[in-house]
Antibody, heavy 121, light 109 residues
């Protein structure tokens, strides 16, 4: 059974950088049949996919256009986890952030419990 | 505004059959699978239907999905009070993006 667990600060100041980590158990971040995604949810924006990282013969990323200029998603193979870095945070980035897996069925099948991030001074 | 369009609310009485719609375009629903999620307050979305009409292990057969062209539907038959939740559709888009609907809030009267 795959399990995902987000960790990181619950409060970020405007203009600062958000850093979240997702610990993976039951699968490998280097799996050639999985992709590792970050998704957020807020009342104003609903469910919004932010981006993903995945390994086939090399590491690759895809990012949502809405955050492409300020997002980085990176794998950490030594700890079997992946991370989200989102720069220049504003109150509009306040949301619950989920890490998820898309597996060989091509669906976002496993989700972390979510991490509430509030952007406020 | 979500790219996949869902009605914001739906309701039904216990035992009834209710359906939810999800409308997209040729670059997402029209060319890729649709998936459905159920979400209760304070919890993560749970996969309910994948690849248009497949149920993960443990999902009752009261839940079913279908797709035609650029639209998809989720149906719940024999509605139960514990089905009261938010329901979201999702699809991969050819622009290399996951898209979600805005969600439909189901009320069991």
């Amino acid at each position: 059974q795959v399990q995902l667990q987000e960790s990181g600060p619950g409060l970020v100041k405007p203009s600062q950088t958000l850093s979240l980590t997702c610990a993976i158990s039951g699968d490998s971040v280097s799996s050639k049949s999985a992709a590792w995604n970050w998704i957020r949810q807020s009342p104003s924006r609903g469910l919004e996919w932010l981006g993903r990282t995945y390994y086939r013969s090399k590491w690759s990323n895809n990012y949502a256009v809405s955050v492409k200029s300020r997002i980085t998603i990176k794998p950490d193979t030594s700890k079997n986890q992946f991370s989200l870095q989102l720069n220049s945070m504003t109150p509009e980035d306040t949301a619950v952030y989920y890490c998820t897996r898309s597996g060989d069925l091509g669906v976002l099948d496993y989700w972390g419990q979510g991490a509430l991030v509030t952007v406020s001074s | 505004q979500s790219v996949l369009t869902q009605p914001p609310s739906a309701s039904g009485t216990p035992g009834q059959r209710v359906t939810f719609s999800c409308s997209g375009s040729t670059s997402n629903i029209g060319s890729n699978s649709v998936h459905w999620y159920q979400q209760f307050p304070g919890t993560a979305p749970k996969l309910l239907i994948y690849r248009d009409n497949q149920r993960p292990s443990g999902v009752p057969d009261r839940f079913s999905g279908s797709k035609s062209g650029t639209s998809a539907s989720l149906a719940i038959s024999g509605l139960q009070s514990e089905d009261e939740a938010d329901y979201y559709c999702a699809a991969w888009d050819d622009s290399l993006t996951w898209l979600f609907g805005g969600g439909t809030k189901l009320t069991v009267l």
